[in-house]
């Protein structure tokens, strides 16, 4: 979900449909552009998201008095929690619709 600012979610334990589908984080400040995405092998997983201002760089110059690049981590437990994507959930949607077709193939 790179061009919406945000980090999106799926249960591969439901079918992969739109209404499937979260948002565990959105920032226009933060995520500009979440370029990798990475969760751990710890016994309690977190992710690990790299952020960076790429689209500032390619048409501006990157202002050296403001954070331009971001490491973020959070517990995958807590991040999916209230979400379609938390397994304990199953009928609400917190997916924000953008239009399309209902499959994601």
Same mark, same amino acid.
């Given at each position: 979900m790179v061009t919406r600012d945000s980090i999106g979610?799926? +249960?591969?334990?439901?079918?992969?449909?739109?209404?499937?589908?979260?948002?565990?984080?959105?920032?226009?400040?933060?995520?500009?552009f979440p370029n990798d995405i990475k969760i751990d092998?710890?016994?309690?997983?977190?992710?690990?998201?790299?952020?960076n201002k790429l689209p500032f760089y390619l048409y501006e110059t990157l202002d050296k008095n403001k954070v331009n690049f971001r490491i973020m981590s959070a517990y995958t +437990?807590?991040?999916?929690?209230?979400?379609?994507?938390?397994?304990?959930?199953?009928?609400? +949607?917190?997916?924000v619709e953008y239009g399309g077709e209902e499959d994601c193939y």
């Open positions: 979610c799926w +249960d591969s334990g439901k079918p992969y449909k739109r209404n499937n589908l979260g948002v565990v984080a959105q920032s226009s400040e933060t995520l500009v092998q710890e016994e309690r997983q977190s992710v690990w998201v790299l952020s +437990d807590e991040a999916i929690e209230g979400t379609i994507c938390d397994p304990k959930s199953s009928s609400f +949607d917190t997916y």
